[in-house]
């Protein structure tokens, strides 16, 4: 099984243009859409969070079911769920606004345990940004990893929401140590101001950035540098794309009994191939329709064994 650890919040996707077009309620966070992709791909998947009792939180809920997500453990409370309102630009790139203030995920606690046949546990996104939850999900990631727990880590930056950039990045590189899988964007990466290399040298036994439609790279600890091109594709938006990804490369890892720190390295330049063109495939069926509507395992019929 694979468990995802972070927030469920609502995307309100402006329908049009201008300052006052509609918004659009949509289900989202980054963590919930890596789960929901998990589910839709097949993998055994569990969410770790804290989910309000509101509509919101209901309607959060019963998406990660029809997934087939295991909810039994999530957390839940009485506040309010978190808002993200985002701004899509020409190239169909979105930016996020976030209320977050007294919100219902803010507020989770590390659980006594993971579920029994944990292989994985996913991090991420504004849930490590946001006390006193960040410090519960950090927790959970040093004790998930120093019971030999595979651990993969998406930062996915939200600026707007970071106080103390320069606090941040050396929390960044606190967790490293406990991160066997790191992926980021060419962005997160500009702004974390570190390399791959420097990251491989503090933990993770692979980094893998992606490059928007310019596909996707893996560095591995062994020196390797492996990449595919983007799948090309008419682009309505991105939302979701990044968190496809992850899912993806899990659910591929998965597959191939390769979720441990030595199978990484072990794939070499066939497996990683065919790992991140299974993902850049993946990301771009997200990117062809709006919003965070990952792929099922049937659009994707061919491409896990499909080698580069």
């Not at 790191?182 to 950035?209: C, F, H, M, Q």
């Amino acid at each position: 099984m694979i468990v995802v650890a972070g927030e469920a919040l609502i995307d309100l996707v402006p329908q049009g243009t201008g300052a006052l077009a509609s918004l659009q309620p949509a289900l989202g966070g980054g963590p919930y859409n890596t789960a929901v992709a998990l589910g839709r791909l097949g993998s055994p998947t569990a969410f770790c969070s804290r989910v309000s009792e509101d509509a919101f939180g209901q309607a959060l809920l019963d998406g990660l079911r029809r997934a087939g997500v295991d909810v039994s453990d999530v957390q839940r409370g009485t506040e309010p769920t978190t808002l993200a309102v985002a701004t899509i630009d020409a190239h169909g790139s979105a930016a996020y606004s976030f209320y977050v203030d007294g919100t219902a995920d803010r507020l989770f606690t590390a659980p006594a345990g993971l579920p029994e046949g944990t292989r994985a546990v996913s991090f991420g996104t504004c849930s490590l940004v946001l006390e006193p939850g960040a410090s519960a999900y950090e927790e959970l990631m040093r004790t998930a990893a120093a019971q030999g727990v595979f651990t993969s880590l998406d930062p996915n930056i939200r600026a707007g929401l970071i106080p103390d950039a320069d606090a941040y990045r050396a929390r960044f590189k606190s967790w490293l140590p406990s991160v066997s899988l790191l992926k980021l964007s060419e962005e997160d990466a500009l702004w974390l101001g570190g390399t791959p290399r420097e990251w491989l040298a503090s933990g993770p036994s692979a980094v893998v950035i992606t490059q928007g439609g310019d596909g996707l790279t893996v560095f591995t600890r062994d020196g390797a540098v492996h990449a595919v091109p983007g799948e090309k594709v008419d682009v309505v938006d991105t939302i979701g794309a990044g968190d496809t990804v992850n899912a993806a490369l899990l659910h591929g890892l998965l597959a191939g009994d390769a979720l441990s720190p030595q199978a990484l390295v072990a794939l070499g330049p066939d497996g990683w191939t065919q790992l991140l063109r299974f993902a850049a495939r993946a990301a771009a069926i997200t990117c062809s329709r709006a919003g965070a509507e990952p792929p099922y395992a049937h659009e994707l019929e061919g491409w896990e064994g499909q080698q580069g």
